[in-house]
């Protein structure tokens, strides 16, 4: 139990182009969801709190214009990356919080690439 | 901000080997997670400690829970090859917003 997936796995997108990346808890309910970027050799460095139903929290240094998150049910949560720019290539990865447990599930990451 | 310092940064050693590594903070934590990432991959939680003096064993990890509050450390018993990959120390410090704080990360190779 208590898997994570994201879609993509990995994309590659034009420079001015805008995608979007899926998290999905698939066997439990989390209101509460995560997305981290790590670049190559780096640790994890969570970007934004997504909460079901309302409002992300954006960390300190994150532009909430350009990475724009919806939690629309409690088992998905998307982000957007908007007018990507290649310093924009990285890894991107979503953690789930069980409402149950409030244990904090990762996804596998989705590797973009902006060219 | 809260920082967690991770150490050692990359250890190379033996398969049989036993291993260990820390974190440490000046802050004080509520809960002190083990996290292992294979390449390309997303973390995986291999420990969960949420008491102080804590010391929790999953097959051959063991980790604890600093008296302090403020560190933690996991040891790797009889390395084998397929222990490779990037291990992370993660804490929260309690609350309701159950923000993680991730170290650096130590870079585990084992040669067979």
């Known amino acids: 139990g208590a898997v994570v997936s994201q879609h993509p796995s990995w994309v590659i997108c034009k420079s001015g182009t805008s995608v979007k990346i899926e998290c999905r808890s698939l066997d439990f309910q989390a209101t509460t969801m995560f997305w981290y970027r790590q670049f190559p050799k780096q640790s994890l460095m969570l970007m934004a709190t997504?909460?079901?139903?309302?409002?992300?929290?954006?960390e300190q240094g994150v532009e909430k214009d350009k990475f724009l998150i919806n939690h629309a049910s409690l088992t998905l949560s998307t982000l957007t990356v908007t007018s990507a720019h290649p310093e924009d290539s990285s890894f991107y990865i979503c953690?789930?919080?069980?409402?149950?447990?409030?244990?904090?599930?990762f996804g596998p990451g989705t590797r973009l690439t902006v060219t | 901000g809260q920082q967690l310092n991770q150490s050692p940064q990359s250890m190379f050693i033996q398969e049989g080997e036993d291993v260990s590594m820390n974190c440490t903070s000046s802050s004080i934590f509520n809960t002190w997670l083990w996290y292992k990432q294979d390449p390309g991959e997303g973390p995986v939680l291999l420990i969960a400690l949420y008491k102080a003096g804590e010391l929790t064993s999953n097959g051959r990890l063991t980790a604890q829970f600093g008296i302090t509050r403020k560190d933690s450390f996991l040891n790797i018993s009889a390395s084998i090859p397929s222990d490779v990959g990037i291990y992370f120390c993660?804490?929260?410090?309690?609350?309701?917003?159950?923000?993680?704080?991730f170290g650096k990360g130590t870079l585990l190779t084992v040669n067979p």
């Open positions: 993660a804490a929260n410090s309690g609350g309701s917003n159950y923000k993680l704080t």
């Open positions: 997504s909460n079901e139903g309302s409002k992300a929290t954006y």
């Open positions: 953690s789930a919080l069980a409402v149950t447990s409030y244990e904090q599930y």
